[in-house]
Each structure stands twice: as C-alpha cells, then as structure tokens.
C-alpha cells in the first residue's frame, strides 16, 4: 500500500488544500447531487448519499455546502443533468489511469481530457483497457500518531487492512463495509482527511524520478479539469522521491 500511502502524502502535504478547496467542494456538491437524484435526498434509504457526505465530511465541506447540495438536487427544474462517465488511459512507462467525471456535457468533457491526457504524454485507452488493474477498495485517511487504537477500531469494525505511513494512517476495507468502518472511527474520535471508495490498484508500476514527476503532473492537470471527479493510477511512488510536482 505504499504508494497510494505516499502519494496521499505528497497531496496533503502540498495542501493543494486553501487553493484549491473551493473547486474540490464543487466537484464533491455534484457527487451528492448525483446521488440525491438517483436515491433520493434521505440519507437513511441512500447509501450513495450518505458515501458522499462522508466524502464531503472528510474535506471539511461546510454543513451549509452539504444542504445546499441536496436541496438544489431536490428541486424539480434545477435544469442541470450530470452524466458519469469514465475513462482509461495510460501514462508512458505503463502506469494505468482511471478517470471518472460528471459532465453536463460529453463532447467538452472528451475534448478536455483526450487533450490533457496528449498534451502531456499520455494516451487515452479503450473500455477495459485499465480497469481489470484495478479494484474497488474503501479508503480512510487519518492523521494521528495513535496507530494502535486506530487499527484496534477499524479491525473490530471489519476494515481489511491498517497502514501507517509517516503522520497517517490509512484504512482499507471492502466497499460494503466502508460506512460501517468510517462511522466506527467517527465514534471513536477520529476525523478523517480523506474518505471515500475509490479504485485501488491491485499491482503497480515504478518509474524512476523523471517518469514519476511526469506522471504525478499529468494526473494533477486532469484533477483540476472542472468535470473530472478522480483519477485513480497505478503508480508506486519511492519512499524516497523527492521530485517536483
């Protein structure tokens, strides 16, 4: 779990944070729209709803930005559809991308991230041609030097997998205990900086310095497209990295 460890790291450190939040509470207020106008804006009878707000949660998104969501979504003539599409790609050197996005329009949403993807070295794939590398996996990121009680917690809620790396400590369970992991860290104490489900890879590639901050920077260009949600690689980053991204 090293690498996805580590580029987490790397993201929080950065604090890519203040910059940009604002975009990142976007991208998070579509998520929950989505899901309130496939399920419904009840929490109890929407689990794509309640993973989303504990998403938003997690990125310290207002409690107003949350209900404002959901009341938009709610409304009958808001006039705005999202459509989730994903796309596959590869960076050079063999490193797997998943891009997922909701976009009220496909033909920009295409535009932008087929020209991303060249303009940077990459390349954009056919259906299935990353995706088998990967695997649907519940991430919770927490900052704490409490190792031992976090991994007390999450075991005893049925997490698969505790890793420490540095000042964090990330939790890896299946999709469907996720929520059940996440609100068992919540009542012990723990906030959590990252949550969601996302897809991990199930093996990774290593490039050496130059490839790794060429792939690091391709993959934050594509975050910062307004309709893309998350971009999910199979790149293992050294401990040791120290390039400029």
């Given at each position: 779990?090293s690498?996805?460890s580590?580029w987490?790291?790397?993201?929080?450190k950065?604090?890519?944070?203040?910059?940009?939040?604002g975009?990142?509470?976007t991208k998070i207020?579509k998520?929950i729209m989505?899901?309130v106008k496939?399920?419904?804006?009840?929490?109890?009878?929407n689990?794509?709803l309640r993973a989303?707000?504990?998403?938003?949660?997690?990125a310290?998104m207002?409690?107003?930005n949350?209900?404002?969501?959901?009341k938009?979504?709610?409304?009958e003539?808001?006039?705005?559809?999202?459509t989730q599409?994903?796309?596959?790609g590869?960076?050079?050197g063999g490193?797997?991308?998943i891009?997922?996005t909701?976009t009220?329009?496909?033909n920009r949403t295409?535009?932008?991230?087929?020209s991303t993807?060249?303009k940077n070295?990459g390349?954009?794939?056919?259906?299935?041609s990353s995706?088998y590398?990967?695997?649907k996996k519940g991430?919770?990121?927490i900052?704490?030097?409490?190792?031992?009680k976090v991994?007390e917690?999450?075991g005893d809620?049925g997490?698969?997998?505790?890793?420490?790396?540095?000042?964090?400590?990330e939790?890896?369970?299946?999709?469907?205990?996720?929520?059940?992991?996440?609100?068992a860290?919540s009542e012990a104490g723990f906030?959590?900086e990252?949550?969601?489900?996302k897809?991990?890879?199930?093996t990774?590639v290593?490039?050496?310095?130059?490839?790794t901050?060429k792939?690091?920077?391709?993959?934050?260009?594509?975050e910062d497209l307004?309709d893309?949600?998350s971009v999910?690689?199979?790149?293992?980053?050294?401990?040791?990295f120290?390039?400029?991204i």
């Amino acid at each position: 779990m090293s690498g996805h460890s580590k580029w987490s790291t790397i993201k929080h450190k950065k604090g890519a944070a203040d910059a940009k939040r604002g975009k990142i509470f976007t991208k998070i207020g579509k998520e929950i729209m989505v899901a309130v106008k496939q399920g419904g804006p009840a929490e109890e009878s929407n689990a794509a709803l309640r993973a989303a707000i504990i998403k938003a949660r997690a990125a310290n998104m207002p409690k107003d930005n949350i209900d404002r969501a959901i009341k938009k979504a709610s409304g009958e003539n808001d006039g705005v559809v999202y459509t989730q599409l994903t796309y596959e790609g590869y960076v050079p050197g063999g490193v797997a991308l998943i891009i997922e996005t909701l976009t009220d329009n496909k033909n920009r949403t295409a535009a932008d991230v087929r020209s991303t993807l060249s303009k940077n070295g990459g390349s954009l794939g056919t259906a299935g041609s990353s995706s088998y590398l990967f695997q649907k996996k519940g991430i919770i990121s927490i900052q704490t030097s409490d190792f031992d009680k976090v991994f007390e917690v999450a075991g005893d809620a049925g997490a698969e997998d505790v890793v420490q790396d540095e000042d964090y400590v990330e939790v890896i369970t299946d999709p469907a205990d996720f929520e059940t992991v996440s609100n068992a860290l919540s009542e012990a104490g723990f906030t959590p900086e990252e949550a969601e489900v996302k897809m991990e890879p199930i093996t990774r590639v290593t490039l050496d310095s130059e490839g790794t901050a060429k792939a690091l920077r391709l993959i934050e260009k594509l975050e910062d497209l307004d309709d893309v949600q998350s971009v999910f690689n199979n790149l293992e980053i050294p401990d040791d990295f120290e390039g400029d991204i």
